[in-house]
Nanobody, 118 residues
Framework: QVQLVESGGGLVQAGGSLRLSCAAS????????VGWHRQAPGKQRELVAA???????NYADSVKGRFTISRDNVKNTVYLQMNSLQPEDTAVYYC????????????WGQGTQVTVSS
């Protein structure tokens, strides 16, 4: 069973930074696409950043230039470095793995709360 554990969230002032971690079981990080998603209250979950098994990355337009996704294959961990945080970044952040038919519904964890104050 895949296990994904998010951590690193917290309360920060606008303009601040946080680094989120997604610790995964097995070799998920190195052999699969892993993405960070976020969901704000009353809003739909959105994909923020993804890293493919090749190492290629992509980002939502709203976070380009501010967020960086990376991975450590040895630690089986994916990170999301978030800089220049703004109040609109406030959300619960989740990581997940992409399968052949999309993100695995059963892999959503508890997420980690990011709150950015103005």
């Amino acid at each position: 069973q895949v296990q994904l554990v998010e951590s690193g969230g917290g309360l920060v002032q606008a303009g601040g930074s946080l680094r989120l971690s997604c610790a995964a079981s097995g070799t998920i990080v190195s052999f699969n696409t892993v993405g960070w998603h976020r969901q704000a209250p009353g809003k739909q979950r959105e994909l923020v950043a993804a890293i493919f098994s090749s190492g290629r990355t992509n980002y939502a337009d709203s976070v380009k230039g501010r967020f960086t996704i990376s991975r450590d294959n040895v630690k089986n961990t994916v990170y999301l470095q978030m800089n220049s945080l703004q109040p609109e970044d406030t959300a619960v952040y989740y990581c997940n793995v992409r399968g052949s038919s999309g993100w695995y519904d059963g892999y959503w964890g508890q997420g980690t709360q990011v709150t950015v104050s103005s």
